[in-house]
């Protein structure tokens, strides 16, 4: 499967923005999908996390109630919704899909179980 991550770009504090992340080649309706992202001279960080069918939502805590994960299946993308950016959430953000289907990490999402990261996209937060 390979995933396009886009919906990036030069934001102010406070701003909202809609990450998309569109798969092709594969269906990923059985799949957790995960959003994780990595800052300059930092690792890769785990944001948020959408079971396959969607029923359970997953959060790193700097995120928890600015950021919403959703899915449709129907068109093979999931979204990250960001409202209330702050400089630190400048980073490139990745999607990626789960390597096992039909697997639930309740909220254990490690980047060693996921794959197809892309190209990811850029998000800038000027203070």
């Known amino acids: 499967v390979q995933l396009q991550a886009c919906g990036g770009g030069l934001v102010q504090t406070g701003d909202s923005l809609r990450l998309s992340c569109v798969a092709s080649?594969?269906?990923?309706?059985?799949?957790?999908m995960g959003w994780f992202r990595q800052a300059p001279g930092k690792e890769r960080e785990f944001v948020a996390g959408?079971?396959?069918?969607?029923?359970?939502?997953y959060y790193a805590d700097s995120v928890k109630e600015r950021f919403t994960i959703s899915r449709v299946d129907a068109k093979n993308t999931v979204y990250l919704q960001m409202k209330g950016l702050e400089p630190e959430d400048t980073a490139i953000y990745y999607c990626?899909?789960?390597?096992?289907?039909?697997?639930?990490?309740?909220?254990?999402?490690?980047?060693?179980?996921?794959?197809?990261w892309g190209q990811g996209t850029q998000v800038t937060v000027s203070s």
């Open positions: 990626a899909v789960d390597r096992l289907a039909l697997r639930n990490h309740y909220g254990n999402y490690r980047p060693a179980d996921f794959e197809s």
């Open positions: 080649g594969r269906t990923i309706s059985r799949y957790s």
């Open positions: 959408i079971s396959w069918g969607g029923t359970m939502t």
